[in-house]
């Protein structure tokens, strides 16, 4: 029976290592479709003291500044980040700005945002965020069937 199982987790390996991924490394970042959608530059900044709260995935960051609400993207995944109880955004003087220079920390480490967007509220963020994410998704799946043809 051992033999018999050990046969079928090989084939199964040798079968999963056969499946290829689609390379989406050229598809743009997140911030990009942000950029494009909102006209802005990425560059807005935040005073630290305005900072109300914040909601994190791997990849961005939405920030409750009291009158503002911002999304701020990180420069590559961050692992933990999601789950962070607390964190400490960090940058010159009493601001976190996009561009580069701001970074978020929490218990698993630094975590470098890219860029930063302002929003009126948090309903435009999220909308933005969605749209945003849909036309990312729909890039990829279209970089995937040219791939198969």
Known sequence: MFKAAASSIALLT?????????DTSN????SAYLKEQTGQNG???IQ???I???????SSVNIDAGRKYYIATTLYRCVGLDMAPRALFEDRFSEVCGGGTANIITREGRCPLQDIFEFEDRQ????????????????IEKAKQAAKN
């Open 124 to 139: 435009a963020a999220f909308a933005a965020m969605d749209l945003a994410e849909e036309t990312r998704k729909a890039d």
């Open 27 to 30: 598809t743009p970042k997140l």
């Open 48 to 50: 630290t003291r305005d």
């Open 43 to 45: 560059r807005a900044c």
């Open 52 to 58: 109300r709260g914040y909601g994190a995935s791997d």
């Open 14 to 22: 040798l079968g999963l290592a056969g499946c290829s991924t689609t």
